[in-house]
C-alpha cells in the first residue's frame, strides 16, 4: 500500500498493490453500485481487480475504513501523442460523507497520479455533470484518444489536468508526484524527453476488457461546484531511492518470499545493462537490492 496524501482529519488517500492488503481493512457504507450494478460483495471485486496488472485501486481511508475508492485500467490502445491513456472506470463515496468534496479530492490526486490522458464513460447526467465539473470533456476532432468506438466516453486530457484544484488547505502531505515517479518512471521520463509537452512536476504496470462496472458516481456528490482554492500545495520531491536506478529500466514487480528489512515485500524488477547485465530486484519501499539476476552469457 502506497499512500499518496492525508489531509488534517486524519484521512488517507492510499493506493492498493495487493489483495492481501484489503485484509487490514474495513468496508464502508456504499450504495450505488450496489444498487444499480448489482455489485454485492465490494471486497470481493476490489480483490479481484487487484489481481490484474493493469488496474490502479486509489482508495480514502479514514479509521482502517475504506469511505472511498476509484478504480482504474491502464488502456490498451495508445494515443496520438504518445501519451498513456487510463480508463477510471468507477468512483464512488460512501453517502455520509457526500458533500463534502471527497469525491473532487480523491479525484484530483487520481488525476496527478496517473501520467498521460483519462477517458471515463459517465452512466447518468449527474455522473456527466460531475466529471464537467472535473474537466472532462466531449472529445474533439484532434483528440489525441480514438474515441470513435467509443460513443459516449468523456476525455480529460494530461494539458486539462493543470487546471483542476483542491482545497489544499486540508492537506498534510500531498506525496502524489513522488509516487508518480515511483510508480510510471518510463512514462514519466518519456513526457520530460519530449520538448512538445510540458513538464512534470517532479519522473506498475498494472486495458479495456471490463464491461460490467462502468464509470459513475454516487448521486449525492452532484453537489460538487468548481468554487475551491487555487493553491496548489507544493509538489513532494523525488524519492531519493530512485537516484539509484537511473539506466534501469522498470519492467514489472514481484512479490518477493520474504519481506525488507523495512518490512515491504513488494520489488521492482529492473533490467540493466552495462558492465553489470542483468534484473535488479528493488524494494518499492526503501529501493534496497533485494536480488539480482544477472543475464545468462551466450554459450
Not at 501520467?115 to 472532462?136: C, Q, R, S, W, Y
Not at 476488457?209 to 475551491?228: N, P, Q
Request: glycine share 8%; net charge positive; aromatic share 8%.
Amino acid at each position: 500500500m502506497i499512500e499518496i496524501a492525508k489531509n488534517t482529519e486524519g484521512m488517507r488517500f492510499c493506493v492498493l498493490e495487493h489483495p492481501g492488503e484489503l485484509d487490514k481493512l474495513e468496508i464502508g457504507e456504499f450504495t450505488y453500485f450496489k444498487k444499480y450494478l448489482g455489485m454485492s460483495d465490494y471486497m470481493a471485486n476490489f480483490k479481484s481487480w487487484l489481481k490484474r496488472p493493469t488496474v490502479y485501486l486509489i482508495m480514502a481511508i479514514f479509521n482502517n475504513s475504506i469511505v472511498g475508492w476509484s478504480m482504474n485500467e491502464m488502456w490498451s490502445k495508445p494515443s496520438t501523442d504518445g501519451r498513456p491513456v487510463f480508463v477510471l472506470r468507477a468512483i464512488e463515496i460512501s453517502p455520509e460523507l457526500s458533500r463534502k468534496g471527497l469525491g473532487r479530492t480523491l479525484f484530483v490526486l487520481v488525476s496527478r497520479l496517473l501520467p498521460g490522458h483519462i477517458i471515463t464513460k459517465p452512466v447518468n447526467t449527474d455522473a456527466k455533470k460531475f466529471f464537467g465539473l472535473l474537466n472532462f470533456s466531449q472529445p474533439a476532432r484532434n483528440c489525441p484518444v480514438d474515441l470513435a468506438d467509443h460513443p459516449g466516453y468523456m476525455v480529460l486530457n494530461e494539458d486539462a489536468k493543470s487546471g483542476l484544484s483542491m482545497d489544499s488547505r486540508g492537506m498534510v502531505q500531498d506525496r502524489s508526484a513522488a509516487c508518480k515517479i515511483k510508480m510510471f518512471p518510463k512514462e514519466v521520463s518519456a513526457v520530460q524527453k519530449d520538448s512538445r509537452l510540458p513538464p512534470v512536476p517532479g519522473a506498475k504496470h498494472k486495458g479495456e476488457d471490463m464491461d460490467t462496472v462502468r464509470s459513475g458516481t454516487e448521486v449525492k456528490e452532484r453537489s460538487v461546484t468548481s468554487a475551491c482554492s487555487t493553491s496548489e500545495s507544493a509538489p513532494a520531491e523525488p524519492d531519493p531511492c530512485l537516484k539509484e536506478n537511473v539506466g534501469r529500466e522498470l519492467i514489472g514487480k514481484q512479490k518477493m518470499l520474504s519481506s525488507c528489512e523495512c518490512g515491504n515485500s513488494m520489488a521492482g524488477k529492473f533490467l540493466q545493462g552495462g558492465q553489470r547485465p542483468g534484473t535488479a530486484f528493488i524494494c518499492e519501499s526503501c529501493g534496497k537490492e533485494r536480488y539480482f539476476l544477472p543475464l545468462k552469457k551466450a554459450a
